[in-house]
T-cell receptor, first 114, second 114 residues
Framework: QQQVKQSPQSLIVQKGGISIINCAYE??????FPWYQQFPGKGPALLIA?????SEKKEGRFTISFNKSAKQFSLHIMDSQPGDSATYFC?????????????FGKGTRLSVIA | DVKVTQSSRYLVKRTGEKVFLECVQD?????MFWYRQDPGLGLRLIYF???????EKGDIPEGYSVSREKKERFSLILESASTNQTSMYLC?????????????FGPGTRLTVL
């Protein structure tokens, strides 16, 4: 049972364009939704995260949009740059239920071409 | 900065060998995790630990065991390596409490089983 579904699996975007990656979750008890970024040869690193009490969170060129009723959240990368080329993972967890591990999506490989 | 180190970046083993993957973190984190990463399958949790000598199964524990004798060290053991365990193995750690969801990953060990 896949609790967090991520799409697309891969994405090619022109430099300066907007990259959009979508995730959908099933467990309504999830209350924390981070995105991780992984460059080749490196481990994933936390990029940005949101809690369901807000519908949007922005950090620089990266924005998370959250739709609680639809159980969906997405990552938008504005003015995409070749340096953004990486694999992106969405995740979800229940913050107030003790030590419950993150549930990760399957990842999106983003390539930003000049 | 949090540092998670893994004993090897690349490892080649023979079928049937016992394999040890070591992970050490230097931030006194309570939680530690082992994942494997395969193309198209994302990050899959093998085992995790919330305290010394404590372990819990993740989504794919079959064929693996773990050991946590000291807080900073979490070992993944392949009792009898098989070719289908060829993969990238990632270790992560996180603090307990409200910050538990921010996981810090090591650079990974690429294991090839021949």
């Amino acid at each position: 049972q896949q609790q967090v579904k991520q799409s697309p699996q891969s994405l090619i975007v022109q430099k300066g364009g907007i990259s959009i990656i979508n995730c959908a979750y099933e467990n309504t008890a999830f209350d924390y939704f981070p995105w991780y970024q992984q460059f080749p040869g490196k481990g994933p690193a936390l990029l940005i995260a949101i809690r369901p009490d807000v519908s949007e969170k922005k950090e620089g060129r990266f924005t998370i949009s959250f739709n609680k009723s639809a159980k969906q959240f997405s990552l938008h990368i504005m003015d995409s740059q070749p340096g953004d080329s990486a694999t992106y993972f969405c995740a979800a967890s229940r913050r107030n239920s003790g030590n419950t591990p993150l549930v990760f999506g399957k990842g999106t490989r983003l390539s930003v071409i000049a | 900065d949090v540092k998670v180190t893994q004993s090897s970046r690349y490892l080649v083993k023979r079928t049937g060998e016992k394999v040890f993957l070591e992970c050490v973190q230097d931030m006194d984190h309570e939680n530690m995790f082992w994942y494997r990463q395969d193309p198209g399958l994302g990050l899959r949790l093998i085992y995790f630990s919330y305290d010394v000598k404590m372990k819990e199964k993740g989504d794919i524990p079959e064929g693996y065991s773990v050991s946590r004798e000291k807080k900073e060290r979490f070992s993944l053991i392949l009792e009898s390596a098989s070719t289908n365990q060829t993969s990238m193995y990632l270790c992560a750690s996180s603090p307990a409490g409200a910050q538990a969801d921010t996981q810090y990953f090591g650079p990974g060990t690429r294991l090839t089983v021949l």
